[in-house]
T-cell receptor, first 117, second 113 residues
Framework: GNSVTQMEGPVTLSEEAFLTINCTYT??????LFWYVQYPGEGLQLLLK?????DKGSNKGFEATYRKETTSFHLEKGSVQVSDSAVYFC????????????????FGKGTKLSVKP | EPEVTQTPSHQVTQMGQEVILRCVPI?????FYWYRQILGQKVEFLVS????????KSEIFDDQFSVERPDGSNFTLKIRSTKLEDSAMYFC???????????FGDGTRLSIL
């Protein structure tokens, strides 16, 4: 069945460091891919998405490219800030092949990021 | 910005009791979802709801669970005869269509004693 695997945390970085959080997926068809972020004490917020191969999602300096050949959707940011400290979830929608529609989400376990000043 | 609200933020219940988790989705949204996250594990899909009926449910969503939209604003998850393993964070989400992203609430932490 469909699944998402993301790198184990926690990840601790200094401010202005480069961030990569790896995410790979297993899916039939052509899923849509997402990164959600959960700040302390808050719910899940959509960070970025990509609905087809080679799409790049971007938001708030974060980027991720939908790589069908490697079934990956790694999250990157060139220079992290203390305010980026949160838990990051990679997810896929198993209805992504229907014109980019979003159905039920399948999540990875989440990666906790701590950024030190 | 409109948001999904969930109440209560934390619910403590004795094993075997019934619990109702409440959600107010964004007002013009039509698609509603429940997810749960057991501590240290993945966020898991439970059920989706559209046009006053369940559109899809996972194997987790057995006869112990039910959902309802009792009025034009609330969307509830009922868990009957709770078990220790029901302890988790429960997230409600809504979207305006299947082509739009899901918006999540802050979650209800359910603790079964």
């Amino acid at each position: 069945g469909n699944s998402v695997t993301q790198m184990e945390g926690p990840v601790t970085l200094s401010e202005e460091a480069f961030l990569t959080i790896n995410c790979t997926y297993t899916a039939t068809g052509y899923p849509s891919l997402f990164w959600y972020v959960q700040y302390p004490g808050e719910g899940l917020q959509l960070l970025l998405k990509a609905t087809k191969a080679d799409d790049k999602g971007s938001n708030k300096g974060f980027e991720a490219t939908y790589r069908k050949e490697t079934t990956s959707f790694h999250l990157e940011k060139g220079s992290v800030q203390v305010s980026d400290s949160a838990v990051y979830f990679c997810a896929l929608s198993d209805r992504g092949n229907y014109g980019g529609s979003q159905g039920n989400l399948i999540f990875g376990k989440g990666t906790k990021l701590s950024v030190k000043p | 910005e409109p948001e999904v609200t969930q109440t209560p933020s934390h619910q403590v219940t004795q094993m075997g009791q019934e619990v109702i988790l409440r959600c107010v989705p964004i007002s013009n949204h039509l698609y509603f979802y429940w997810y749960r996250q057991i501590l240290g594990q993945k966020v898991e899909f439970l059920v989706s709801f559209y046009n006053n009926e369940i559109s899809e449910k996972s194997e987790i969503f057995d006869d112990q669970f039910s959902v309802e939209r009792p009025d034009g604003s609330n969307f509830t998850l009922k868990i009957r005869s709770t078990k220790l393993e029901d302890s988790a964070m429960y997230f409600c989400a809504s979207s305006s269509s299947v082509n739009q992203p899901q918006h999540f609430g802050d979650g209800t932490r359910l603790s079964i004693l």
